[in-house]
C-alpha cells in the first residue's frame, strides 16, 4: 500500500523509515477520527488510501485518499489528522461531484475555506482558516469570487 518517495537520496534506511512514520501518522488520524468524529469515520476506512510521492499534500477524488508520505512525514500528527478531516469534509459535501464546469483550482479554494472554517466551528482549531469565510457557502464564495 504504501509506496517509496523517489528520492535517489534517501538511504534505505531513511526510506523505510519514512515509510514506517507515514503509516503510523495515517493510524493515528484513523484513530483519533474513529474516536472523536465516528460518523465520518465510516467515510475515511471507506476510501482507498493511495501513496502518491511528488503530491505535496493530501487530496480525494471521492473514492481515494491519495498522500504524499513525504508530506505526511513533514507534518506534525495534529496537522495529519486535520487534513485527514478535511478530505473526508470534500467527500461528504460531495465536492468531487458537484464541481460541473467549474475551474477545478476557484472550486477547490472555496471548499477549502468553508471546510476549515467548519472544522473551525467544530473545535478542531486549526491556522488555515479564515474569519471572513466562516459563514459562507461554496456557492457563494464561487459566484462572488
Not at 485518499?65 to 505526511?72: C, I, M, S
Not at 475555506?113 to 464564495?141: C, E, H, K, Q
Request: charged share 20%; net charge neutral; aromatic share 10%.
Amino acid at each position: 500500500m504504501f509506496t517509496a518517495p523517489s528520492t535517489s537520496s534517501l538511504t534505505d534506511g531513511q526510506i523505510a523509515a519514512n515509510l514506517a512514520l507515514t503509516e503510523t501518522r495515517l493510524a493515528a488520524a484513523t484513530k483519533f477520527t474513529m474516536r472523536y468524529e465516528c460518523f465520518f469515520s465510516t467515510i475515511l476506512l471507506g476510501l482507498v488510501k493511495q501513496s502518491l510521492p511528488g503530491l505535496g499534500t493530501m487530496g480525494t477524488n471521492g473514492t481515494s485518499l491519495v498522500y504524499d508520505p513525504n508530506a505526511v512525514c513533514d507534518w506534525g500528527q495534529y496537522k495529519v489528522s486535520f487534513v485527514v478531516l478535511h478530505e473526508i469534509l470534500h467527500v461528504v459535501f460531495k465536492h468531487h461531484l458537484r464541481r460541473g464546469n467549474r475551474d477545478p483550482r476557484v472550486w477547490n479554494n472555496a471548499g477549502d475555506y468553508v471546510i476549515n472554517a467548519l472544522l473551525v466551528r467544530m473545535g478542531v482549531s486549526n491556522n488555515l482558516s479564515d474569519d471572513d469565510f466562516r459563514t459562507a457557502s461554496r456557492d457563494w464564495l464561487l459566484d462572488y469570487s
